[in-house]
Nanobody, 133 residues
Framework: QVQVVESGGGSVQAGGSLRLSCVFS????????MAWFREAPGREREAVAA??????????DYADSVKGRFTISQDNDKNTLYLQMNSLEPEDTAMYYC????????????????????????WGQGIQVTVSS
């Protein structure tokens, strides 16, 4: 059984940093795609960063709104996905979710297909990030 647990959210002033963590227990994919989504009040859930891995190759991609400020990474030994968020802006305030699926989706696609949420199998519980001006 797969369990997904997020941590690391909180409140920060504009310009500050936070790191989100997502531990996936029980995943057995060797080829996979993982992503961070966010959902602000009144808005659809959107992908902001994605990572795909096949063999020794890992690729990442970002939404334009976070490119250069957010970094997605993973620690395979710890089964953990991270999202380092720097230079945070009030517009980054949202619930953040991590998600994972097996093969068949690249990081590039995850950020550009319509309704990407339907393509992921496992989700974290969500964690609040609040950025004040």
């Amino acid at each position: 059984q797969v369990q997904v647990v997020e941590s690391g959210g909180g409140s920060v002033q504009a310009g500050g940093s936070l790191r989100l963590s997502c531990v996936f227990s029980g995943l057995t994919y060797t080829t996979y795609c993982m992503a961070w989504f966010r959902e602000a009040p009144g808005r659809e859930r959107e992908a902001v960063a994605a990572l795909d891995s096949k063999g020794r190759t890992t690729r990442v991609d970002y939404a334009d709104s976070v490119k250069g400020r957010f970094t997605i990474s993973q620690d395979n030994d710890k089964n953990t996905l991270y999202l380092q968020m720097n230079s945070l802006e009030p517009e980054d305030t949202a619930m953040y979710y991590c998600a994972a699926r097996g093969s068949g989706l690249t990081a590039y696609q995850a950020l550009r297909v319509n309704s990407p949420t339907r393509l992921f199998d496992y989700w974290g519980q969500g964690i609040q990030v609040t950025v004040s001006s």
